[in-house]
């Protein structure tokens, strides 16, 4: 594990005002996500495209300021990839975003990344109840390296108040 993985902070600071005050949260969870993924897959060629899922995956509920926020997100991310160039990631990127709180293993195109950053998601999360084989010491570590700071509080009072205005749809974001 390093510091910090440099990409993500950069692009977390292009939504600095955005985010505001729950940028420490966001931060944490986004490396959190992002080392699990890397654990789980050490090809260095998906480095930059779980970097970069792992800071957009959530972001539109701070730039849409909704919890039905895969929509926003990938419309985050498309932007992001097509004004670098990197628009031939965009396939891949936004499926992992998209399925990112998908509850059955995924298995379509680009399914390594895709089920990779699913269960390093689940594992965030699930505060490490879920493991899907990591090495929980290795978990602990990253939650000692980048604490919770209120992420999961966070989560809970968003969910509850989208509860109250969408009780029938209450997790727009999750997929079975």
Request: neutral net charge.
């Amino acid at each position: 594990m390093r510091d910090h993985e440099p990409l993500i902070d950069e692009l977390l600071g292009r939504f600095r005002q955005e985010i505001g005050a729950d940028l420490e949260k966001y931060s944490n969870h986004v490396h959190r996500v992002f080392e699990t993924c890397v654990m789980r897959d050490a090809d260095p060629a998906n480095r930059q495209k779980y970097a970069i899922a792992a800071v957009f995956h959530d972001i539109g509920i701070w730039t849409a300021r909704t919890i039905d926020y895969l929509s926003p997100s990938i419309l985050e991310a498309e932007h992001y990839l097509n004004a670098t160039q990197d628009a031939a990631l965009i396939p891949e990127v936004t499926a992992m975003i998209y399925w990112h709180h998908k509850i059955r293993p995924y298995e379509g195109a680009f399914g390594t990344t895709v089920e990779v950053f699913r269960k390093a998601d689940w594992t965030d999360v699930s505060l490490g109840l879920l493991t899907f084989g990591s090495d929980w010491k290795k978990l602990r570590r990253l939650r000692v390296q980048f604490p919770n700071a209120g992420f999961h509080w966070f989560l809970i009072r968003e969910i509850g108040a989208n509860f109250l205005r969408h009780p029938l749809n209450p997790l727009p974001m999750f997929k079975s």
